[in-house]
């Protein structure tokens, strides 16, 4: 039974997923992982079906993810982020099921070229996409390959830094500037097509 501070929805709201992973982490209280669940399992399938486009198998790899959310809290030694933590959790288990069903290939590209490109340039970049017209951009994410969806959904929908791409992808910070600037290189060609049409 999950205690009396948790016993109305009000006061679950109020509760910070820091207190209840603290919580969770100092007693061993299953329980309390059910307002956890109940805050993240939508979050978790709907990032699961932009990548995979498929309802059955985003609604196992959601199940899958919570379950490896859930057995892994005890090793959270500093919680700063939940919600990143569950993100970097849901792409990897993404990635990993796309890798394996050969949809995603991460070839080894030559970085070099991207080392100079700043911060200051991908968040000027990361403005420009905010104003786009939303209709404009669903009209033409689905014609991106599925690298280029992750990638953009990471940095422009989650908000991730380079560094966190960077780690989630297990590759290099200039491969992740080098790939999110293609990927909006193709974004803004396909966006020009559409609006020529």
Do not use: P
């Not at 329980?31 to 979050?43: H, M, Q, S």
């Not at 699961?48 to 057995?71: G, N, Q, Y």
């Not at 070839?107 to 070229?113: G, R």
């Not at 969806?149 to 830094?161: A, F, H, P, T, V």
């Amino acid at each position: 039974m999950i205690f009396a501070l948790f016993n109305t929805l009000d006061t679950k709201e109020k509760i910070s997923d820091k207190e209840i992973v603290e919580r969770i982490i100092a007693t061993g209280d299953k329980e309390l992982f059910n307002i956890l669940y109940e805050r993240y399992a939508d979050k978790v399938y709907r990032k699961c079906l932009l990548l995979t486009k498929d309802r059955e198998t985003s609604k196992d790899l959601a199940h899958d993810i919570l379950i490896k959310v859930f057995l892994n809290l005890s090793k959270l030694k500093k919680i700063t982020n939940f919600s990143l933590w569950v993100h970097s959790i849901t792409y990897n288990h993404c990635i990993d099921y796309l890798r394996l069903k050969q949809k995603v290939k991460y070839e080894d590209f030559e970085e070099q070229a991207f080392e100079n490109v700043s911060e200051e340039d991908i968040e000027r970049e990361q403005q420009e996409l905010k104003e786009l017209q939303l209709s404009e951009l669903e009209a033409v994410f689905a014609e991106l390959n599925e690298e280029e969806k992750l990638i953009l959904l990471m940095r422009y929908q989650d908000g991730l830094s380079i560094k966190d791409i960077a780690h989630t992808l297990r590759i290099g910070e200039s491969a992740v500037k080098m790939r999110l600037k293609r990927s909006r290189d193709h974004l803004a060609e396909l966006l020009k097509k559409y609006r020529n049409r």
